[in-house]
């Protein structure tokens, strides 16, 4: 145990926001919306992750010499394993069969957010002791609160490397995400395309659009009521469907656009003068995340448009250089969103249970690289396929 003082806090109160973002943005500008203080105390001053709904705070700080945080991590004992997209019910079940119990868990991650991002944050990326202290805490957490595992969901390539070689199990999963080339328009990206699959795209956009519908991007005081009330209404529609139980509820989007107005793109459609979808993207410094879509009409190729066409044009418009469009989905291959590789690390106490998930781990990172490099030649770039000819 490196000589550190961590602390354990029950809410993000407990901390000053911006000695939290200190630390978030590691010697960045400013933190990524996820990791932003901003963020992540919205979802629990609106209730969203509380203990209620199974996501109990246990955020770790460490205090530097100067009596400020140096290093903090994100942390929630866990009472089931939703909202988390890294699944682990099968481990949670065979655990169950065997007489054990699986929660409660410790979670390292964004609640309900399957974004890559740092999770180890320290306010000196070359701090020595900051990332052995925080996992040598986690590991103390779970043992102070009677916990099977932890798990840090999410991570950095560079974060899971390291947390291996510190007894973690490595795993591996993979989304879609859209690359920006240097586009200046959403025509140059078309051109990197193979005929038959850029004529597609042009044809599903117009299709998208026949009905007389129009697309407004929404950020900063563009952020209304109005358009607010729409969309949680295509949210619960979508949660609805999808989880039975939509995760967030009104108050956190009022939450987000009054705190962090100028980090979110509402992608809206309107049809005879009243919205009719809606996809809520927001802001980092180089990417753009997807986040939630919903309708209250169905149309030909509008969630197509809505959620990753009108993705990649703000991209080009903004100058980001990636589009992360959620969790799973092959159809986003189609639209140019090629796999990437995502990253979780997870550290379980009981010997048995450890070695039955580390088998399975190995094999299943083994057929997420396979699958990876599969997709990647069903892309639609014509350096993808080498057959294609124009």
Known sequence: MPDAHIRILPALTEIKPADWDACAAGGAARPEPFLSHAFLSALESSGCAAARTGWLPQHLVIDGPDGTPSAVMPAYLKSH????????????????????DYYPKVQVSVPFTPVTGRRLLLKDPEDPVGRPALTAGLKEL???????????????????EGLSQLGFLPRTDRQFHWTNAGYATYDDFLAELASRKRKALKKERREALADGI?????TGAGLTDEALDAFFMFYLDTGGRKWGTPYLN????????ERMPQDILLVMARRDGRYIAGALNFIGAETLYGRYWGAVEQHPFLHFEVC?????DFAIARGLKVVEAGAQGEHKLARGYLPVTTYSAHYIVHPGLRTAV???????RAYVEEDAAVLTELGPFRRCREEEHD
Not at 358 to 364: C, M, T
């Open 81 to 100: 394993s939703r909202g988390e997209y890294v699944f682990d019910q099968g481990w949670a079940d065979a655990y169950s069969r065997a007489g054990g």
């Open 142 to 160: 779970v043992r102070l609160r009677g916990a099977s595992s932890a798990h840090v969901t999410f991570a950095t390539q560079g974060e899971w």
């Open 214 to 218: 129009t697309i407004e991007w929404l």
């Open 250 to 257: 009104r108050e956190l989007f009022s939450l987000l656009a």
């Open 308 to 312: 990753y066409h009108q993705a990649i």
């Open 358 to 364: 580390a088998q399975y781990l190995d094999r299943e």
